[in-house]
């Protein structure tokens, strides 16, 4: 099991919104900053967001993300076919001394 | 542009030892910390520590500290990650991400397969 707990799976239909979240602890989200990587199978993971909300150059304005507390979570709109993927959070944890990885959500477009 | 390309695929007996090469170009090598992370088939990601190339510190995962060994040649920009004692368990794609010292950024080679079979 994971330090870091996500939902197995999300879905959606094209043009609609959707919520990942993230759920961790004091040692990690609580007092550390998220990012998220989006991970298409058979290549590598690709950083989504980091430091909570920022997006790097390329990653358009429908990827948000935000943080409460131990939790976090990142939201999609306007959905798209191409957003079926695969999505981790990961933050630095304290107590580990190292970064850890939520189980990941397999987002389906319906 | 930023890449790193990471060495082919391998296939191990149980108890044998892999290393795994990672080299690093576009981008000033000792400026960023290397992580290791690995994906055994249809699992979530795995951190499994990483390589500070400019001092050569490395930070293990606990799960990991008495198997892997990460090393770096910063005349070739290589970042290299050894595991030995090879099990079933440890078939997995091994990547290699620059990042802080605190989490990978967007810069990933393309992966390594490591295979363990008898």
């Known amino acids: 099991q994971s330090v870091l707990t996500q939902p197995p799976s999300a879905s959606g239909t094209p043009g609609q919104r959707v919520t990942i979240s993230c759920s961790g602890s004091n040692s990690n989200i609580g007092s550390e900053t998220v990012n998220w990587y989006k991970n298409l199978p058979g290549t590598a993971p690709k950083l989504l967001l980091y430091n909570n909300d920022q997006r790097p150059s390329g990653v358009p304005d429908r990827f948000s993300g935000s943080k409460s507390g131990t939790s976090a979570s990142l939201a999609i709109s306007g959905l798209q076919s191409e957003d079926e993927a695969d999505y981790y959070c990961a933050a630095w944890d304290a107590s580990l001394n190292g970064p850890v990885f939520g189980g990941g959500t397999k987002l389906t477009v319906l | 542009q930023v890449q790193l390309v990471q060495s082919g695929a391998e296939v191990k007996k149980p108890g044998a030892s892999v290393k795994v090469s990672c080299k690093a170009s576009?981008?000033?090598?000792?400026?960023?910390?290397m992580h290791w992370v690995r994906q055994a088939p249809g699992q979530g990601l795995e951190w499994m520590g990483w390589?500070?190339?400019?001092?050569?510190?490395?930070n293990y995962a606990q799960k990991f500290q008495d198997r892997v060994t990460m090393t770096r040649d910063t005349s070739i920009t290589t970042a290299y990650m050894e595991v030995s004692r090879l099990t079933s368990d440890d078939t997995a794609v091994y990547y290699c991400?620059?990042?802080?010292?605190?989490?990978?950024?967007?810069?990933w080679g393309q992966g390594t397969l490591v295979t363990v079979s008898s």
């Open positions: 576009g981008y000033t090598f000792t400026h960023y910390y």
């Open positions: 390589i500070n190339p400019s001092s050569g510190g490395t």
């Open positions: 991400a620059r990042g802080t010292i605190g989490l990978p950024d967007n810069h």
